[in-house]
T-cell receptor, first 114, second 114 residues
Framework: AQSVTQLGSHVSVSEGALVLLRCNYS??????LFWYVQYPNQGLQLLLK??????LVKGINGFEAEFKKSETSFHLTKPSAHMSDAAEYFC????????????FGGGTRLMVKP | EAGVAQSPRYKIIEKRQSVAFWCNPI?????LYWYQQILGQGPKLLIQ????????DSQLPKDRFSAERLKGVDSTLKIQPAKLEDSAVYLC????????????FGPGTRLTVL
């Protein structure tokens, strides 16, 4: 079985500061890893994903994440927060051999202070 | 390219009533998922279809929930009878055939059971 743990249900940063959202996973097979963002009253939008190849993945809106197998982590970062980044962020893992079903973490709400 | 469509966007019902949600996936996407997202939590998979066949429904409460995708395109999720704990956002997602392909999410249906 797969699982995802997001450390910190709420993260608050100042505008212009570094954003770091933590994600650790457990999987018995090499996973595919995803970060999704959810704005209020909207569905989930893909930020970035790791499947194979380069472990540093760049996504939309200046976000990036690094797959670290030894640490079973896939933390999301952005060098400089913008007010528009305030949203809920979800890390997810899928098992390519099991229908690619996504297992989500509990989410981290990012708040950006002016 | 049109996204995943869902309707209605909001629904309020009394407990023990029935309700149905509709999803139209992205054209050509063979795989369709229904997720339940309880407030403050990550989405949880309810059921996965491949074309018009069920791939996984192990987490679907089959005593009250049912889903179908008769022609391999649109899908309907039904709850009968609804309970208070069914209050949640119901998200539909679709994906094309590639193993690492992205799941695209609809805007969701917010269900409130009173």
């Amino acid at each position: 079985a797969q699982s995802v743990t997001q450390l910190g249900s709420h993260v608050s940063v100042s505008e212009g500061a570094l954003v770091l959202l933590r994600c650790n996973y457990s999987s018995s097979v090499p996973p595919y890893l995803f970060w999704y963002v959810q704005y209020p009253n909207q569905g989930l939008q893909l930020l970035l994903k790791y499947t194979t190849g380069a472990t540093l993945v760049k996504g939309i809106n200046g976000f990036e994440a690094e797959f670290k197998k030894s640490e079973t982590s896939f933390h999301l970062t952005k060098p400089s927060a913008h007010m528009s980044d305030a949203a809920e962020y979800f890390c997810a893992v899928s098992d390519p051999g099991a229908g690619n079903m996504l297992t989500f973490g509990g989410g981290t709400r990012l708040m950006v202070k002016p | 390219e049109a996204g995943v469509a869902q309707s209605p966007r909001y629904k309020i019902i009394e407990k023990r009533q029935s309700v149905a949600f509709w999803c139209n996936p992205i054209s050509g996407h063979a795989t369709l998922y229904w997720y339940q997202q309880i407030l403050g939590q990550g989405p949880k998979l309810l059921i996965q279809f491949q074309n018009n066949g069920v791939v996984d429904d192990s987490q679907l409460p089959k005593d009250r929930f049912s889903a179908e995708r008769l022609k391999g395109v649109d899908s309907t999720l039904k709850i009968q009878p609804a309970k208070l704990e069914d209050s949640a956002v119901y998200l539909c997602a679709s994906r094309s055939e590639g193993a690492g392909d992205t799941q695209y999410f609809g805007p969701g249906t917010r269900l409130t059971v009173l």
